[in-house]
């Protein structure tokens, strides 16, 4: 059989001889030698009257869309803002047959890697390599003086007019021109002598020829690769007496969550009633540590934020990922304290929780503060769409508060502030806390406290 009588199938019909090709019955004589297989109906035949795939469509019109809130409101953004005029319905899209999902052997669905991973070209900063004089111009590039916003009234790249709702201007940070939104979406770190720590916004072109540069980028001038600053914790230093509920980037909730198991560590040693179990904490597959703030009567609100870290197979502790939780509590309760938490992740579920983008938390627990030292004991169920686990919850507390309460908590990751701190927008929660990424040079506060915490446990 020819190449061209394999890609046809047995007709639906009673002669045998005959085969379908798009519905079209082709007789079949063994004594014809058949062209490859090729597209039959074509453009070209269309004009002959063969097939017209436009009279089709006009012919077997799409059913109309569905009528509700949704679609209605859609619309009138679309009218609003203009976007329907840019779209091309005369050819429809064609057919797509990428796998964006992939499937791990334990079953967890994750993005394939070829959706996240840039297509950027193969570095070579060797002095030989046939990329570096391309990538040389790039890495000791001069900061770039921006236009004036009165310099042009439409978008560089793709001639828009500027609105002052749907379009506004933005600035490349790394060329100066002046691009609409949809045109400088991308986040890049700079060269060195932009002196920029932080992903900053460029246009198409520029992310384009910084993208590829972005791995060198990230491990010489990202925030996590720098020396910390801010490392005594001790009385003699007016941050380490108290602890802020709301951090303002990844260092502080480094030194915060220093600060706290320093704070355990002092009241392990002169009261270990007080203190978390040597088994339960030798035993935890992750730690989250947070600062939060409490206050109510009856009805009680709680905000904070911290970071989460996980335990890797060799006993090492990961890089860490900044979280913020909102709540409330109701139940038998009044007053208001600060709150420094250890929560004890104590298998990889709890730590799977914590790789969502967000989860829940239900939880009953007690509280006593009085003064400068209370004390908080929770026990509660996590549940994310990265799976659920129970987590114990110990604190140490400052204020004046007594309750029972039953507690109710929303955990998010801080993504902006993952991305500020390493450099990295492609970089997921599961990257840092499943030990894809190395532990950061600014984060060794944090390690070494962890250190002192775990030496003490085996003393």
Not at 83 to 100: E, I, L
Not at 190 to 201: I, T
Request: glycine residues 8%; proline residues 7%; contains cysteine.
């Amino acid at each position: 059989m020819t190449t061209f009588q394999q890609k046809l199938s047995p007709s639906r019909s009673t002669d045998k001889n005959s085969y379908f090709v798009d519905d079209w019955a082709v007789p079949h004589d063994d004594n014809v030698t058949y062209p490859p297989h090729q597209d039959f109906f074509d453009d070209d035949e269309d004009a002959d009257g063969d097939y017209d795939y436009h009279n089709y469509q006009q012919q077997h019109p799409p059913p109309p869309p569905e009528i509700n809130l949704k679609n209605v409101l859609t619309g009138i953004v679309a009218i609003v803002t203009g976007r329907n005029k840019d779209d091309d319905h005369t050819t429809p899209p064609p057919p797509s047959n990428v796998a964006f999902m992939d499937s791990a052997n334990n079953g967890d669905t994750y993005l394939h890697s070829s959706v996240y991973t840039p297509s950027a070209p193969p570095l070579n900063l060797e002095p030989t390599g046939h990329n570096y004089n391309a990538y040389k111009q790039v890495l000791e590039a001069e900061p770039p003086e921006w236009l004036r916003d009165s310099s042009t009234s439409v978008c560089m790249q793709c001639n828009a007019p500027f609105t002052a709702l749907t379009r506004g201007r933005h600035h490349c940070r790394f060329c100066g021109g002046i691009f609409c939104r949809t045109c400088s979406k991308g986040r890049c770190l700079l060269p060195v002598k932009f002196r920029e720590r932080n992903p900053q916004r460029v246009c198409d072109t520029c992310y384009d020829m910084l993208d590829p540069l972005q791995g060198v980028l990230i491990n010489t001038i990202s925030n996590a690769v720098q020396v910390a600053k801010h490392d005594v914790t001790d009385w003699t230093c007016t941050r380490g007496w108290l602890n802020l509920p709301l951090g303002l980037s990844m260092e502080h909730e480094i030194y915060k969550s220093s600060n706290t198991l320093r704070n355990y560590c002092q009241v392990a040693r002169i009261n270990p009633e007080r203190s978390i179990p040597a088994a339960v904490i030798k035993g935890a597959k992750g730690l989250a540590i947070l600062t939060v703030a409490k206050a109510g009567m009856l009805l009680t609100y709680k905000l904070g934020t911290g970071l989460v870290m996980a335990r890797r197979a060799d006993g090492s502790w990961s890089a860490p990922s900044a979280i913020i939780s909102a709540g409330l509590g109701w139940g038998a309760q009044a007053g208001g304290e600060l709150m420094d938490f250890i929560i004890v992740l104590h298998d990889h579920k709890a730590v799977k929780t914590f790789c969502s983008r967000m989860h829940f938390s239900l939880g009953a627990g007690c509280s006593a503060a009085a003064g400068p030292v209370g004390r908080v004991l929770e026990a509660d169920l996590r549940a994310g769409d990265r799976g659920s686990g129970m987590c114990y919850t110990y604190s140490c507390s400052k204020g004046a508060f007594v309750g029972v309460s039953l507690e109710g908590n929303i955990v998010a990751t801080r993504m902006d502030t993952n991305l500020h701190f390493y450099g990295d927008p492609y970089l997921t929660t599961g990257d840092i806390l499943l030990g894809t990424v190395d532990r950061p040079k600014a984060a060794e506060p944090l390690y070494a406290a962890l250190e002192d915490l775990y030496s003490k446990l085996h003393c």
